[in-house]
């Protein structure tokens, strides 16, 4: 179901028009659906209903702390990758037992903590960091259960700046580096072997991929025969940013699931980040003005690619929606862009755009995974507002940063 939706010409998240929030809060800002955020969740966990996963929400998708705080009300865990992102998931009151521990380049601190919060795993990347975490736990009398996380050489068909799982990334160990590493570390007393790791990209949308993977993972089980307690199968399920891109199909990748945990003792992870996140956010902005140059109009918004930066690092295409639906149409191609002094500073070139004018509002849509978090303060501006939808209320969970903060420091 969508909740963000247009209702008699005017957009609306849930039971409010956009524009009642477009001008009680100044613009920019993010503006999110919670009933979205939690139906988003529940379909995820009933696509999967049969093999009862951990799902440990993606925290670098979105780490505002009221969204993680209403993940951890339906039983969310956490997928981290820094000691930042694990101390907001505590704080979120994620328990630690669902909380795993990733990333390629984990510092002496981070594995420290990690161990004393007694996180479900630190799924390592390398021998080095294998050897550093036995060498802290020993410090710390502790035994920690650990994941090795596998580098199969498959690829999503993604973005090549979102795909991991290819032979020439730094992520993961090899398929032999895998074997020889898991058979050193049953050997080391001050750790514990608990799991298999695996994440190849992000925005996959083809059930193939994963097919792949978990066929290499079979073929590593059964010849290292370690009864692993869980495998971590990683997030990347994509989503639809437009009516012309397909979904990834979870019951189908369900169903390979199952089967592939038949007659196997093992609990599946499962690092959703942009299936659950990503349409339930908004980012609102201004028109500034419309400039007119060589038959093309530049709609100028108060929204620069500081504050979503997809477009530019990614070359993602998010739709654009007036707040009020107009029903006339521009002749000639707009193109959205930002005050940014950059060239990249663009959203979207659109022929047959309706009529907007300067002072008017528009909405970027499904900015709800890697719009925030991707923020900066680029061109010494302040980072945005953030707005919480449920129903008929409203309530703003994250405050704009003040110019006064933002040049003191």
Same mark, same amino acid.
């Given at each position: 179901?969508?909740?963000?939706?247009?209702?008699?010409?005017?957009?609306?998240?849930?039971?409010?028009?956009?524009?009642?929030?477009?001008?009680?809060?100044?613009?920019? @800002?993010?503006?999110?659906?919670?009933?979205? /955020?939690?139906?988003?969740?529940?379909?995820?966990?009933?696509?999967?209903?049969?093999?009862?996963?951990?799902?440990?929400?993606?925290i670098?998708?979105?780490?505002?702390?009221?969204?993680?705080?209403? #993940?951890?009300?339906?039983?969310?865990?956490? *997928?981290?990758?820094?000691?930042?992102?694990?101390?907001?998931?505590?704080?979120?009151?994620?328990?630690?037992?669902?909380?795993?521990?990733?990333?390629?380049?984990?510092?002496?601190?981070?594995?420290?903590?990690?161990?004393?919060?007694?996180?479900l795993?630190?799924?390592?990347?390398?021998?080095?960091?294998?050897? /550093?975490?036995?060498?802290?736990?020993?410090?710390?009398?502790?035994?920690?259960?650990?994941?090795?996380? #596998?580098?199969?050489n498959?690829?999503?068909?993604?973005?090549?700046?979102?795909?991991?799982?290819?032979?020439?990334?730094?992520?993961?160990?090899?398929?032999? *580096?895998?074997?020889?590493?898991?058979?050193?570390?049953?050997?080391?007393?001050?750790?514990?072997?608990?799991g298999?790791?695996?994440h190849?990209?992000?925005?996959?949308?083809?059930?193939?991929? @994963?097919?792949e993977?978990?066929?290499?993972?079979?073929?590593?089980?059964?010849?290292?025969?370690?009864?692993?307690k869980?495998?971590?199968?990683? %997030?990347?399920?994509?989503?639809?940013?437009?009516?012309?891109?397909?979904? #990834?199909?979870?019951?189908?990748?369900?169903?390979?699931?199952?089967?592939?945990?038949?007659?196997?003792?093992?609990?599946?992870?499962?690092?959703?980040?942009? @299936?659950?996140? %990503?349409?339930t956010?908004?980012?609102?902005?201004?028109i500034?003005?419309?400039?007119k140059?060589?038959?093309?109009?530049?709609?100028?918004?108060?929204?620069?690619?500081? *504050?979503?930066?997809?477009?530019?690092?990614?070359?993602?295409?998010?739709q654009?929606?007036?707040?009020?639906?107009?029903?006339?149409?521009?002749?000639?191609?707009?193109?959205?862009?930002?005050?940014?002094?950059?060239?990249?500073?663009?959203? /979207?070139?659109?022929?047959?755009?309706?009529?907007?004018?300067? %002072? *008017?509002?528009?909405?970027?849509?499904?900015?709800?995974?890697?719009?925030?978090s991707?923020?900066?303060?680029?061109?010494?501006?302040?980072?945005?507002?953030?707005?919480?939808?449920?129903?008929?209320?409203?309530? #703003?969970?994250?405050?704009?940063?003040?110019?006064?903060?933002?040049?003191?420091?």
């Open positions: 179901m969508n909740y963000i939706r247009l209702r008699k010409n005017n957009l609306c998240v849930e039971n409010i028009s956009t524009l009642t929030l477009a001008k009680k809060y100044r613009t920019p @800002f993010y503006c999110y659906s919670l009933s979205q /955020l939690k139906n988003n969740f529940y379909s995820f966990k009933n696509a999967f209903k049969i093999i009862k996963p951990i799902v440990a929400f993606s670098k998708s979105n780490s505002n702390l009221a969204l993680l705080k209403e #993940l951890k009300k339906i039983g969310s865990g956490a *997928d981290v990758v820094s000691v930042g992102e694990l101390l907001k998931a505590i704080k979120a009151g994620i328990n630690t037992k669902k909380i795993v521990f990733s990333g390629v380049g984990k510092t002496e601190e981070e594995i420290r903590m990690a161990i004393k919060k007694r996180v795993l630190i799924n390592v990347e390398s021998e080095s960091e294998v050897n /550093l975490v036995n060498k802290i736990s020993k410090k710390l009398s502790k035994k920690t259960s650990i994941g090795v996380r #596998l580098n199969p498959v690829t999503g068909k993604t973005h090549k700046k979102i795909s991991t799982g290819g032979r020439g990334e730094k992520f993961g160990v090899t398929y032999n *580096d895998c074997i020889n590493l898991c058979e050193k570390i049953l050997k080391m007393k001050n750790l514990k072997l608990e298999l790791s695996v190849i990209g992000s925005q996959i949308t083809n059930i193939k991929p @994963f097919k993977v978990l066929s290499i993972i079979n073929k590593i089980i059964n010849k290292i025969k370690i009864d692993f869980f495998i971590d199968l990683g %997030g990347g399920m994509g989503i639809s940013y437009s009516n012309k891109e397909q979904h #990834l199909n979870l019951k189908q990748y369900s169903r390979l699931v199952k089967k592939f945990i038949k007659n196997k003792n093992v609990k599946i992870i499962f690092e959703p980040g942009r @299936f659950i996140i %990503g349409n956010g908004i980012l609102i902005s201004k500034i003005y419309i400039k140059s060589n038959n093309k109009n530049f709609i100028i918004l108060d929204a620069g690619m500081n *504050d979503l930066m997809r477009p530019a690092l990614y070359a993602a295409q998010h654009i929606i007036p707040l009020r639906k107009t029903n006339k149409k521009f002749r000639e191609i707009v193109e959205f862009v930002g005050p940014i002094c950059e060239s990249s500073d663009k959203f /979207l070139t659109q022929r047959g755009f309706e009529k907007i004018k300067e %002072g *008017d509002y528009v909405a970027l849509t499904h900015v709800g995974a890697y719009g925030m991707l923020s900066s303060n680029y061109n010494t501006r302040p980072t945005i507002a953030e707005i919480l939808v449920s129903g008929s209320k409203h309530k #703003l969970i994250k405050k704009r940063q003040s110019l006064e903060n933002l040049i003191n420091n």
